[in-house]
C-alpha cells in the first residue's frame, strides 16, 4: 500500500508559479512511476506529467511541457511538481498517483494509489 499526500495548492495569478507536492508512505517507490493528474470542474481527469522513480525519466503532457517540471526526491520519498508561467487553463484540482511499474503511462487507469487532490486556481 501507498499512502501519498499533496500539498502546495493555491490562489494565483496567471504567470505566477506554484510548486506542488507529493508526500509518499507506506514503502519506498523503487519499481514506481509517480504521476499527476488534473480534473477541472465539468472536465475528465487528464494527465499532466509522470516520472519513473528509479531512472528519473519523465513525461509531459503537450499542455504543460516547457512550463512544467516534475521531480523525486529519494530521501523525502517524495514528487514535485514546478509549475510556472500558470494559465487560467491550468485551473483544477491536482492529484499525485502511484504506478506499480517502472513504465510510464497516461492513463489514469494505470495507477492504483491517489491522493486527496489539491486545488489550483489561477486567476486571470
Known amino acids: 500500500q501507498v499512502q501519498l499526500v499533496e500539498s502546495g495548492g493555491g490562489l494565483v495569478q496567471a504567470g505566477d508559479s506554484l510548486r506542488l507536492s507529493c508526500a509518499a508512505s507506506?514503502?519506498?517507490?523503487?519499481?514506481?512511476?509517480m504521476g499527476w493528474f488534473r480534473q477541472a470542474p465539468g472536465k475528465e481527469r487528464e494527465f499532466v506529467a509522470a516520472?519513473?522513480?528509479?531512472?528519473?525519466?519523465?513525461y509531459y503532457a503537450d499542455a504543460v511541457k516547457g512550463r512544467f517540471t516534475i521531480s523525486r526526491d529519494y530521501a523525502k520519498n517524495t514528487v514535485y511538481l514546478q509549475m510556472n508561467t500558470l494559465k487560467p487553463e491550468d485551473t483544477a484540482v491536482y492529484y499525485c498517483?502511484?504506478?506499480?511499474?517502472?513504465?510510464?503511462?497516461?492513463?489514469?487507469?494505470?495507477?492504483?494509489?491517489w491522493g486527496q487532490g489539491t486545488q489550483v486556481t489561477v486567476s486571470s
Open positions: 498517483a502511484a504506478r506499480g511499474s517502472s513504465v510510464i503511462r497516461t492513463s489514469s487507469a494505470s495507477y492504483a494509489y
Open positions: 507506506g514503502r519506498t517507490l523503487s519499481n514506481y512511476v
Open positions: 516520472i519513473s522513480w528509479d531512472s528519473g525519466n519523465t
